[in-house]
């Protein structure tokens, strides 16, 4: 029998395909006219079946941040693989494995004795593509820009080595998370442009490689007004879209292809209360979303029956609804089911080990079409 | 070739036996003297082993909080099973396949029509055990506390219905986690007792019966000062301890068994920090510890080399460690490795799906001396 919306065991995961088809094109049409590859990250899906759609309109370049993402995206078919999170020595033997397969797997550093650990590994015989990081004002990884302290050096001790190749730079500009209009994030994205840029020509006059320049974040892809000398955008959450990304204008109320599925529990009229089965590991404990949308709690509910009908605080398993104005439990009686719009999906979907598919276009939006799988973990 | 603490990949979950069975020696050693059962809540372990381990001086009953755990922990040879999140209708068919496993699988309500829809399903053949819950004052899921509206209904309408055993009564006093003295929690401890022991007797006094008496959580089982009417506690947290048990009282700082080892990946002296291979998902994005230890950001480092060397922010996969005073790089190089005591042990371990165990008293806390799997998921 086919499962559907209201047969699935509470809480699961639902995505809606139409929605993402959607989303993925609409990044595809912001990229392909500046000729800009996209190089998805791959964090926020974790899923072959995803990352295949993101990449069909590209040459099928993705980013990854783990090891284990690296493995099963290998294993999927992906040759050309960004593991974007600082490498360290230890983990090279690793990287190693997944090269040997035939497998692109490029790893990054903005560490000079850290390019000098990768130079001595690809000395014994290993071969490395590797980029150098660069903050262009997120403070988070990265030489800070524009001082870009040890670029040239890092720069040309792996190029120097045999067997590594110096494939580019590399930055994410995180802090577009933290503007709430196109203008804001504009702003943001010619910064991370200018400071990606800034690093490739640095490396260039040095006399240096850097084939790739390499930028992005959902909203800066979205929003930013020139790729000029940018080569690949790397934004994640834009196949799903979440209520942080609507916050800051990402993307419309209509974009969200995530949701989780709960089911009503309790019901506690004395304080203007519900309970689902939807709590702390099945939303997450994220709050990003609250920067620009307050009332979003640890998630609202999609087609709520009052107004800003929201997840408002959770334990383990268990999610506490409430809203300004009374709860009308007539309408969500005990074993009823809520979807809850994700506050940050990358985030909430890692708890989860596959995706329940349904199609709002193509399907009536509640028979499950297809089920994805997920990698979680490292 | 066995693995260390220096072998293996991060990040990864380190689970020190000796401190998990002082931690259970203790909780042991208050309940046993006071002919308590310990039913420990699973959800934090999600381990046989360690369900094994909590568990070996009574007789075997446990508390699980999603039915994978519930499957998984009969699986393992459990037989008394409180699957303890407010059961709905469309699960109860999962519930009778377990326990046609021969489990007494034990589910929980505290609303009427749901009790009416066990009885419906009773009488169709199935058998049930049920637990009327109470709210004991953490307006979370019960019938409130003193006016318990409802409880003689609910209690005629399960103990009427056939092959329906009504089991009795419990509540969670999840309040008490914010309390920070042994006599608040205490007091919350008393308000638990008082109210779980007052629904026994109401049901009693209407000549329903009551056999189990059930309440707890690891800060009340550690310092309730009777437990006069109670024949059970569910403690969970206990096993492990964490930032957020030592910020309240319930534990010591030697008493924390858990932590998430991680690798430094980047140093940023510009702004005093540095960055670890752990970020949201390999911590969680819990803060409960910040209410009594603001400076606990989403983890302390263990044995760190300066004063209060925190995770003070975390992105998918980064975690930025910061201290008030300069960080000594030197003792922290790159690919250096540091272990994270967990905000929220429950929250944190639900990322991984097994434990790394080290003994600090039986060798030498940094051989990996056993593998324990987990059960996540629903």
Redesign the interface.
């Known amino acids: 029998m086919t499962d559907t919306l209201d047969t699935l065991?509470?809480?699961?995961l639902i995505l809606d395909r139409a929605i993402l088809r959607r989303n993925v094109r609409r990044i595809t049409e912001r990229l392909k006219p500046a000729d800009v590859q996209l190089r998805p990250h791959l964090?926020t899906a974790k899923s072959v079946e995803i990352g295949r759609m993101a990449t069909a309109a590209f040459d099928g370049r993705i980013t990854v941040?783990?090891?284990a993402e690296a493995r099963y995206f290998a294993a999927g078919g992906f040759r050309d693989i960004l593991y974007g999170?600082?490498?360290?020595?230890?983990?090279l033997p690793?990287v190693t494995a997944i090269r040997r397969e035939g497998v692109n797997l490029r790893i990054v550093t903005?560490?000079l004795?850290?390019a000098r650990?990768i130079a001595d590994a690809a000395a014994a015989g290993d071969s490395f593509s590797v980029f150098i990081e660069i903050d262009s004002g997120a403070?988070?990884?990265g030489l800070?820009f524009p001082e870009l302290p040890g670029l040239v050096d890092i720069g040309r001790v792996l190029h120097d080595a045999p067997n590594v190749e110096l494939a580019g730079v590399m930055t994410h500009a995180?802090h577009s998370y933290h503007e709430s209009t196109p203008a804001g994030i504009a702003r943001v994205a010619e910064q991370e442009r200018l400071a990606v840029v800034t690093a490739a020509e640095t490396l260039r006059a040095a006399g240096l490689p850097c084939p790739i320049v390499s930028a992005g974040s959902t909203p800066t892809a979205m929003h930013a007004r020139s790729f000029e000398g940018v080569t690949e955008m790397r934004p994640g959450v834009f196949v799903f879209n979440d209520l942080d990304q609507a916050g800051i204008g990402s993307c419309g109320a209509g974009d969200l292809a995530l949701s989780v599925m709960a089911?009503?529990?309790?019901?506690?009229p004395?304080?203007n209360q519900l309970?689902i089965?939807a709590g702390?590991?099945?939303l997450?404990?994220?709050?990003s979303a609250q920067e620009f949308m307050p009332k979003a709690g640890y998630g609202f509910i999609k087609d709520a029956p009052v107004k800003d009908l929201a997840v408002v605080a959770c334990?383990?398993?268990?999610g506490?609804v409430q809203a300004d104005q009374p709860l009308p439990y007539d309408k969500l009686?005990?074993?009823s089911r809520v979807r809850i719009w994700p506050n940050h999906a990358?985030?909430t979907a890692?708890?989860?080990?596959r995706y329940h598919v349904v199609d709002s276009e193509e399907s009536d939006g509640r028979t499950i079409v297809a089920t994805y799988d997920r990698i979680?973990?490292?």
């Open positions: 065991p509470t809480p699961c964090k941040s783990t090891l999170v600082g490498i360290v020595p230890s983990k690793a903005d560490n004795p850290v650990a403070g988070r990884a800070p995180g089911s009503v529990i309790g019901h506690y004395h304080r309970l089965d702390a590991l099945a997450s404990k994220d709050i334990s383990q398993e268990h506490f009686p005990i074993g990358c985030i890692a708890a989860y080990d979680n973990g490292w």
